[in-house]
């Protein structure tokens, strides 16, 4: 009986196999196609499903997913790296999002596995250089690394994203992730923003680890000294976990670890100018680590929640449904 038992499972999934290899192509150098972009743009325009399963390797180019329903990830186990050097300047309006960003998402219903994604345009003031673009529902990454320095990770407007055990590095309001790791002094981990106080929206963090590091992986070779670390000594209280783009900001971190590097007062207004401080929401539950919540020094406009509050933040009350997660992966 168990030798029948495991033969009709393998017999299920070679089937099973047969079915998804219908609905997938690959690139690698000896493919027919060798860039992530052309096998993207050799799929159909319908609603099937497609995974582009990519070999190991470097992929120096811009990715674009217009289409929904579609699947990233690696042929074999391996280092995907996806590199561009793309920017725009946050002071004016020179550049886009769209133009900067390594991997930008329009479709609905995409997931990314096992890969890295970096923009390696090198660091400067005031440039953002964005890995990751989504401007779509439902996008989700597993074991995912995101590499930038300022704007690392950019979540437009009603969209939706679930990023787990990912791994975010940047330098200035570069978003969040599973690990979130900052690689400057005087950092800003999120710059949330939200048109009114009962828009949806947030950036919601849940077992995640804050970290300081000296530039790291593809970000070794195109940091600026004067900007980033240098020194672990530098690493103490150096980072907010996150300021007001606008006044109703929404930002909640539960169950996570605070590292050395997390400044006491935890939050940061936007600028002098415009504090934006008066309606946000900037949450804090049950967190751990050196950083965590310090009632004598932590910003006025932080909050502490409740365990009736942070309830409201579980991932059933944040996303409705999440049927479109990976719950093998979740």
């Not at 994203?161 to 570069?174: M, R």
């Amino acid at each position: 009986m168990r030798l029948s038992f495991n033969l009709t499972i393998l017999a299920i999934s070679f089937f099973i196999s047969i079915a998804s290899a219908i609905e997938s192509v690959t690139v690698c150098s000896i493919c027919k196609y060798k860039t992530v972009s052309s096998a993207l743009a050799s799929l159909p325009s319908d609603n099937s499903t497609w995974t582009i399963r990519v070999t190991p390797g470097i992929y120096t180019e811009q990715v674009k997913i217009y289409r929904s329903n579609v699947i990233l990830r690696p042929t074999i186990l391996g280092h995907v790296l996806i590199r561009y050097n793309g920017w725009r300047d946050t002071q004016t309006p020179t550049g886009t999002n769209d133009g900067s960003a390594t991997l930008s998402i329009y479709g609905t219903n995409v997931k990314i596995y096992n890969m890295i994604i970096a923009n390696i345009y090198p660091q400067t003031r005031n440039i953002a250089n964005l890995a990751l673009n989504v401007q779509a529902k439902k996008a989700s990454f597993y074991n995912v690394k995101f590499y930038g320095f300022q704007d690392t990770v950019y979540i437009g407007l009603n969209t939706t994203s679930y990023f787990k055990n990912c791994y975010i590095e940047g330098s200035v309001d570069y978003v969040y992730g599973e690990g979130t790791a900052t690689n400057r002094p005087s950092s800003f981990i999120t710059a949330q923003k939200r048109a009114t106080a009962s828009s949806e929206g947030g950036f919601y963090f849940n077992k995640c680890h804050i970290i300081p590091t000296l530039p790291s992986g593809p970000l070794v070779t195109t940091y600026n000294s004067t900007i980033s670390f240098t020194s672990s000594s530098q690493f103490s209280q150096s980072t907010y976990l996150g300021r007001p783009w606008s006044k109703y900001a929404r930002v909640i971190y539960m169950y996570s670890n605070f590292g050395i590097n997390v400044k006491s007062a935890g939050w940061s207004q936007w600028s002098d100018a415009s504090p934006n401080t008066s309606d946000v929401l900037f949450g804090e539950y049950k967190n751990s680590g050196p950083g965590l919540w310090n009632a004598t020094a932590r910003a006025s406009f932080a909050t502490l929640l409740t365990d009736s509050e942070a309830e409201l933040y579980s991932l059933t009350n944040i996303f409705k449904s999440t049927s479109w997660i990976d719950k093998l992966h979740n």
